[in-house]
Nanobody, 116 residues
């Protein structure tokens, strides 16, 4: 089992910044990918960014240049630095990872609200 705990969400004005954290514990995969997804009201959940154990990242075009993904392997923690936030970034942000057997795990989600 893997447990994921997100933090860092909140309310911010457009143009502002937030940093989300996702701390993983339990049977974490040795070569795991960690990812952030988001889901806005009435929309499907979408991939925001993903990072490999080697630090390689993949960032959605909609946030490229504004969001930066990083991880601290020693702390099993992933970070999403979100700058120049827009109202359309408003969503619940979820952390996701996989164990060595390919089972996926989700965090409980953290709300990000960007006011115009």
């Amino acid at each position: 089992q893997v447990q994921l705990e997100e933090s860092g969400g909140g309310l911010v004005q457009a143009g502002g910044s937030l940093r989300l954290s996702c701390a993983a514990s339990g049977s974490i995969g040795s070569a795991n990918v960690m990812a952030w997804y988001r889901q806005a009201p009435g929309k499907q959940r979408e991939l925001v960014a993903a990072i490999t154990s080697g630090g390689g990242t993949n960032v959605a075009n909609s946030v490229k240049g504004r969001f930066t993904l990083s991880r601290d392997k020693a702390k099993n923690t992933m970070y999403l630095q979100m700058n120049s936030l827009k109202p359309e970034d408003t969503a619940v942000y979820y952390c996701k990872t996989w164990d060595d057997f390919g089972s996926a795990y989700w965090g409980q989600g953290t709300q990000v609200t960007v006011s115009s």
